[in-house]
């Protein structure tokens, strides 16, 4: 596909935006010039208990890695999401639910989100949550959930969502490592037209970890849950005996708001930690900029909650920005695959937004079940998570759009907290399958591989960010160390984003994928460690290297070899077991798609795993395995490619 294929903004889109060509160049310049002045009149969009006197006070320099924001700031989050626009929009929606199955919806206006979500920060402070306590939450996508999230927030308390589709073992890991006493569940979800069983994942992880001394459960299917008597209490039972009034608590802009858990390239997922005041002010003006988010717009983000992007663009961001924003508990997929559209047109929504691998799917199954909605609402369109290959972005654009929606890609990360680089809507033309220019206070840079500094436009090498902006996370939690090394500590003086990246001749960002041990499955970020490890824990298996290879849907599918204890066959059947066995410790989206039984692995004389070889062969690319000379026994390469796997 040709760089040169450029989208001039619509007409419609020039009108409307919220920033033109000309002042996203001029506000660009001054958001890197002139920080200080230029955050501090955004910090301006949100209410403040005290308005901070001081912006920014950040340094890069390793290995004295410090981010403040906005540090004399005072303010509460949920006071920002739902109280201040009581006045103008009690009773416009905040949140429209749409259920898995066809025809189940709900609604919260803003007032009664205010008053659920008092209610249940009433129920947290009656079961001991303090300011500053760790709360978990594992919770399908129902509205309680936000309100759970915006309740911690409320009373200061720190939440650690887990998506739904995590292992008893992975919540266990989560839980512990933050110590987190309570955690917030339901019987069970919905998805796809199946069952997800929480509440029973939750008690067999808490056969794993201990110091938890409260469950909380929403009731969301009514099938029966075993209660633990003493730790487990229902909310209903719960929210009857407390108020509806909540006063906020005030909370300094660099009090911690939540944790979420990433995977890395090694060791166990690290608990990414954001902040209040930086964390909000990014989130809700990427929100409205890179989205050109308008009052009364009906906003639909269809990630889970359990990931950045529904923290970001379902719940914190929308709420901020006073609108109404969609949640949706069910698949693209189910009943078929017309199922987005149909809730596009029931719902009016104005913008939406979802994942290439999503767009990927519907694309196979074909242009007929976009073509049969007009879809008149919808004026914008959102890709986010991985790489788009340009031929879905242009399906996403006719099918979906009609040609007459902007389509917004916007590359970011958990730990950036919103979005880094992405088309601003009106102002700057689109290519399909680049993420564009930067946001405001971004400022990206291409290094080489050996940490050179790309200084001319065309460049190619790792994307790395020179400065920090609000939304950064501030640390690993419980582990600043962690933090400083695996973000700052390779290439000296900048934030290295894992990325590989092109820059075109126009200063457009074309991000390649990640260039370390990193996975992105289904738009799912997995470490390959973890599932080497899942894997190494089977009794039958010795060793394992996991690697992704490109996958038509998934983007990146997961390959491992694996090397079995001696004695042991290689069946079929030991190839579902270990399927299954992943599947159980880590949950569904660590799935192996190709299990390959490798006798030996690529090793250096020292005992280093070749890993080039290994991605080489798992893409079917044996040309460029390059110099096998230095291996300890170079015949294991012929094995891996006679045996490789081909689906
Ligand atoms: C990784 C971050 C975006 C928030 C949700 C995922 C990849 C993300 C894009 C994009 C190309 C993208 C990167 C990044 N990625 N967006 N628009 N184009 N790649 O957050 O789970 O922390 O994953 O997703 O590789 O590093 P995450």
């Known amino acids: 596909m040709s760089e040169q294929l450029i989208f001039q903004p619509s007409a419609a889109a020039v009108a409307h935006t919220h920033t033109n060509a000309e002042q996203y160049e001029a506000h660009y310049e001054r958001s890197v010039s002139d920080p200080d002045g230029f955050w501090a009149e955004q910090a301006r969009r949100l209410d403040w208990v005290k308005f901070p006197t001081k912006i920014k006070n950040t340094s890069f320099q390793y290995p004295d890695i410090s981010i403040k924001w906005f540090e004399d700031g005072v303010l509460n989050v949920s006071y920002n999401c739902i109280d201040r626009h009581l006045d103008k929009r009690g009773d416009q929606v905040a949140i429209l639910w749409e259920g898995d199955t066809p025809g189940t919806q709900d609604l919260v206006t803003y007032r009664q989100l205010h008053e659920r979500v008092c209610r249940y920060a009433n129920v947290l402070k009656a079961n001991g949550v303090q300011k500053g306590d760790r709360v978990t939450i594992y919770m399908p996508m129902v509205i309680d959930t936000a309100v759970a999230m915006l309740a911690s927030a409320r009373i200061g308390a720190v939440h650690s969502v887990i998506f739904g589709g995590f292992s008893p073992d992975s919540i266990a890991g989560r839980v512990g490592d933050c110590g987190s006493k309570i955690i917030l569940t339901a019987d069970e979800g919905r998805r796809g037209g199946k069952i997800i069983p929480l509440k029973k994942a939750v008690d067999e992880a808490l056969t794993k970890v201990g110091g938890v001394e409260k469950v909380i459960v929403v009731k969301v299917t009514g099938n029966a849950v075993n209660m633990e008597p003493g730790r487990d209490l229902w909310y209903h039972d719960e929210a009857a005996k407390v108020s509806a009034d909540c006063p906020p608590e005030p909370m300094n802009a660099e009090d911690p708001l939540f944790i979420l858990y990433t995977s890395g390239s090694t060791g166990k997922p690290k608990g990414v930690l954001h902040t209040t005041g930086g964390y909000l002010v990014y989130g809700s003006l990427t929100h409205q900029l890179s989205f050109d988010y308008r009052d009364g717009e009906v906003f639909w983000c269809t990630a889970d909650v359990g990931w950045i992007t529904g923290h970001t663009y379902i719940v914190y961001g929308p709420l901020a920005n006073g609108a109404t924003t969609l949640m949706f508990e069910g698949v693209p997929s189910y009943p078929d695959a017309s199922r987005f559209w149909q809730v596009v047109e029931k719902h009016k929504v104005n913008i939406f937004h979802t994942a290439p691998t999503a767009i990927r799917a519907l694309m196979g199954a074909g242009a007929e079940y976009a073509d049969k909605y007009d879809m008149p609402t919808l004026r914008l369109l959102g890709t986010v998570g991985e790489p788009i290959n340009p031929e879905a972005w242009l399906w996403y654009s006719k099918h979906v759009g009609k040609d007459r929606c902007t389509v917004v890609d916007a590359w970011w990360q958990t730990e950036t907290g919103g979005h880094m680089i992405a088309p601003f809507p009106g102002a700057v033309p689109t290519k399909p399958g680049s993420a ?110 996991v690697v992704g290879y490109p996958h038509d849907i998934k983007g990146q599918g997961i390959y491992c070899y694996v090397t079995l ?69 170079p015949t294991v390469v012929d094995d891996l490619i006679a045996n490789r ?3």
């Open 436 to 545: 564009t220019k930067p946001f405001f206070g971004v400022q990206p840079v291409v290094l080489s591989p050996e940490g050179k500094l790309q200084e001319q436009t065309k460049a190619e090498g790792v994307l790395a960010i020179k400065d920090s902006w609000p939304g950064q996370m501030r640390t690993v939690y419980g582990d600043h160390q962690r933090f400083v090394e695996t973000y700052f500590s390779q290439y000296k003086g900048y934030y290295f984003t894992g990325d590989g990246c092109r820059r075109d001749e126009d200063g457009y960002y074309w991000i390649t994928g990640r260039v370390d041990d990193v996975l992105n499955v289904s738009g799912h970020r997995l470490g390959t460690a973890e599932v080497e490890s899942a894997l190494v824990a089977h009794p039958k298996v010795s060793e394992a290297a």
């Open 565 to 633: 204890m001696a004695g042991e066959q290689s069946s079929d059947e030991l190839r579902s077991e270990l399927k299954t066995w992943v599947r159980k410790e880590i949950g569904p989206i660590a799935t192996p798609d190709l299990i390959q039984w490798a006798p030996g692995l690529p090793k250096t004389r020292s005992g280093k795993i070749m890993r080039r070889i290994l991605r080489k062969v798992a893409e079917n690319d044996f040309g460029a395995l390059g110099d096998t000379s230095t291996l300890a026994d």
């Open 645 to 647: 796997q081909n689906r």
